[in-house]
C-alpha cells in the first residue's frame, strides 16, 4: 500500500541551528500537509501546499518556517533558527483531493524533533 | 471556534470486550469527522471517514458514527484485542472557515489487559 514516508525519523539539533524536516508524498497526491504535535498536545495544523504554493497555513507557521517542493517526489519542512519550544513531532501528509472533499489524509510516521 | 474533546482521556478494559470512545465537538457545521489511531511514537493512521451526510461507517470490528445535531462521534470496537492498545483520535474539518485543516481532539488513549 502506499505510503507517506518521512526522514529523519529522529533529529536533535542545537537552538538556533535550521532544519529541514522532507517527506515523500504519495505519489498521485496533489495535496500536501505539515501537522506537529507538541508531546501531550494535540495535534496542530501547520501549512497545507497545492500547485506549489500554500494554500493555508496557520498562525504557528510564522516565518520562521517554510516549505518547498524542490523536485516532483520530496516536500520539505525547514525551520530556521530552533527554539526549545520547535521540539515536536512533526507529521507530514498528503491527500488526493482537498480535506473538504471528502478525501482521506494519509500522514507519514513523522520526524522526532528536539532542540537543545 | 470550534472544539473537539474525547472523554476520557485514558480507559483500560479486559480483552475481548466490547468498548465506545467518545469525540464530542462545538459546532455541528462539519464536513467530515475522521478516526485515527496512533501507536506510541508513531505515526497517524486513518481508520475511518465519515462525511457529514452519513450516520454511520464501518470497517472489520471498527463503527465509527456521527450525530451532528448533538456534536458527536463514536468509535466502537467490537471484541478488543491487545493489539488494539493505542491512541485513537478523533479530527474533523470545519465547514466554514479553514478550507485544509483538521481540527483534533486530545486522544483516548486505550489499553486493553490480555
Known amino acids: 500500500e502506499p505510503e507517506v514516508t518521512q526522514t529523519p525519523s529522529h533529529q536533535v539539533t542545537q537552538m538556533g541551528q535550521e532544519v529541514i524536516l522532507r517527506c515523500v508524498p504519495i505519489s498521485n497526491h496533489l495535496y500536501f500537509y505539515w501537522y506537529r504535535q507538541i508531546l501531550g498536545q494535540k495535534v496542530e495544523f501547520l501549512v497545507s501546499f497545492y500547485n506549489n504554493e500554500i494554500s493555508e497555513k496557520s498562525e504557528i507557521f510564522d516565518d520562521q518556517f517554510s516549505v518547498e517542493r524542490p523536485d516532483g517526489s520530496n516536500f520539505t519542512l525547514k525551520i530556521r533558527s530552533t527554539k526549545l519550544e520547535d521540539s515536536a513531532m512533526y507529521f507530514c501528509a498528503s491527500s488526493e483531493e482537498a480535506p473538504y472533499s471528502g478525501n482521506t489524509i494519509y500522514f507519514g510516521e513523522g520526524s522526532w524533533l528536539t532542540v537543545v | 471556534k470550534q472544539e473537539v474533546t474525547q472523554i476520557p482521556a485514558a480507559l483500560s478494559v479486559p480483552e475481548g470486550e466490547n468498548l465506545v470512545l467518545n469525540c464530542s465537538f462545538t459546532d455541528s457545521a462539519i464536513y467530515n469527522l475522521q478516526w485515527f489511531r496512533q501507536d506510541p511514537g508513531k505515526g497517524l493512521t486513518s481508520l475511518l471517514l465519515?462525511?457529514?451526510s452519513q450516520r454511520e461507517q464501518t470497517s472489520g470490528r471498527l463503527n465509527a458514527s456521527l450525530d451532528k445535531s448533538s456534536g458527536r462521534s463514536t468509535l466502537y470496537i467490537a471484541a478488543s484485542q491487545p493489539g488494539d492498545s493505542a491512541t485513537y483520535l478523533c479530527?474533523?474539518?470545519?465547514?466554514?472557515?479553514?478550507?485544509?485543516?483538521?481540527?483534533w481532539g486530545a486522544g483516548t488513549k486505550l489499553i486493553i489487559k490480555p
Open positions: 465519515i462525511q457529514s
Open positions: 479530527a474533523l474539518k470545519n465547514l466554514m472557515d479553514s478550507n485544509y485543516q483538521l481540527i
